[in-house]
């Protein structure tokens, strides 16, 4: 297991892809994996291969995995993304995906140690973390000791750590980072409910905690809103 | 979230059949999942599908997770898998899949999350298991830390609990308590390279525990070997 080798999460967002770029300015060796799960569209999926590219990672790997199969979110099923709802960041929304951060850490964890990466990263948020419980410290640091418990290289090697930069930043300092380490924001995609490639609606949670993000943080926003 | 309702890791292995045969005496509601994660044979999911027949669970659901996609293991690569090796038991096997049991009880938490089910249920066992670090009681704990933390349901309800029946039984115990539970052991598949569909080789790790157990628990064997 080596110290200088990351992998990180790139959903394509632009949460993961300033993670991505954190790790990138960070460790000489950085593996991206993107997960799909059975996403309601595929622009997330080509964000992260842009944004990849772009950071000149030094690998891009895609895994699928059906989480369709059990149903129970309106991410993956066919329920509606709702729109302009009120209270946004109170509550667990209906966007949940069961046991999300778990599945996807552990995929994550999979590809680290078949890659040698001690360091696993990811984007996951807790100021604005709009409800989901998966992105909070306590839960990190479960992940870890399972990472290293669960594990051949982290029972034997130096250990797993999960770092997950954008912890305790807002989405306005999400931005900010973003910018100091050269992101082509313009890469990334977060609309859950997109009217067509390209174009964010502009009206879901992840769109309307995107364009506050660039307005508080007071810098341009590249992003294209149908609304 | 119900504690009425259970949910199982279903490999087609006697050690996941006999868990979840303990699972049905135990509860109501018992969901069983397999997971294929390209495997070299179907073999296993067919035994899978017939112990859950047999069984009579509520549900059997299979989920596709393509874990060649990273590599690094014998039992999802095209290397050779051991035979007659010495020290069985002793070290970590080249068939170990990269954080398997991570990966398995992340989306065994999933598929709990979306049935209202709050056990998680499955054949881990620790005398003979054969080297696997994510088959120890101090993993299967921090793993329900996990759950009830990175989740709706472990955050808001009673909280998961999980289950490994068989983490401290010998082979021969397992035989025991599976006879006990009339499983149908026939029905069973654990050999890591057959040679013909319903035949086990007889000389992996897998084929030899299996032959052993039932010989030490003095119980007729109904296994097919080639050798």
Redesign the interface.
Not at 61 to 67: A, F, H, P, Y
């Given at each position: 297991m080596s110290g200088d080798k990351a992998v990180v999460l790139l959903s394509g967002g632009m949460d993961s892809a300033t993670a991505a770029a954190w790790a990138r300015a960070r460790w000489p060796w950085v593996g991206a994996l993107s997960v799909d799960y059975g996403q309601r569209h595929a622009f997330e999926l080509q964000a992260a291969r842009r944004v990849a590219e772009s950071l000149k990672l030094s690998e891009h790997?895609?895994?699928?995995?059906?989480?369709r199969?059990?149903?129970?979110s309106a991410l993956t099923d066919e329920l509606a993304v709702p729109k302009n709802r009120e209270n946004i960041g109170e509550g667990?929304p209906v966007t949940?995906?069961?046991?999300?951060?778990?599945?996807l850490?552990?995929?994550l964890?999979?590809?680290a140690?078949?890659?040698g990466a001690r360091h696993l990263v990811m984007g996951a948020n807790v100021l604005d973390y709009s409800g989901y419980?998966?992105c909070?410290p306590?839960?990190l640091r479960?992940?870890q000791?399972?990472?290293n418990?669960?594990?051949?290289a982290?029972?034997e090697g130096a250990g797993f750590e999960v770092h997950a930069p954008l912890l305790h930043l807002t989405k306005a300092g999400i931005v900010c980072l973003g910018y100091q380490l050269g992101l082509a924001f313009e890469l990334t995609f977060s609309c859950y409910d997109p009217p067509e490639e390209g174009i964010h609606c502009g009206a879901c949670d992840a769109c309307r905690l995107r364009r506050q993000g660039f307005a508080e943080a007071n810098l341009p926003d590249p992003t294209r809103y149908a609304t």
């Open positions: 790997r895609v895994i699928k995995v059906d989480l199969a059990f149903g129970g667990i949940y995906v069961p046991a999300r951060n778990t599945v850490l552990a995929l964890l999979a590809y140690e078949t890659r419980p998966d909070r306590d839960f479960a992940f000791r399972v990472a418990l669960g594990t051949k982290g029972r």
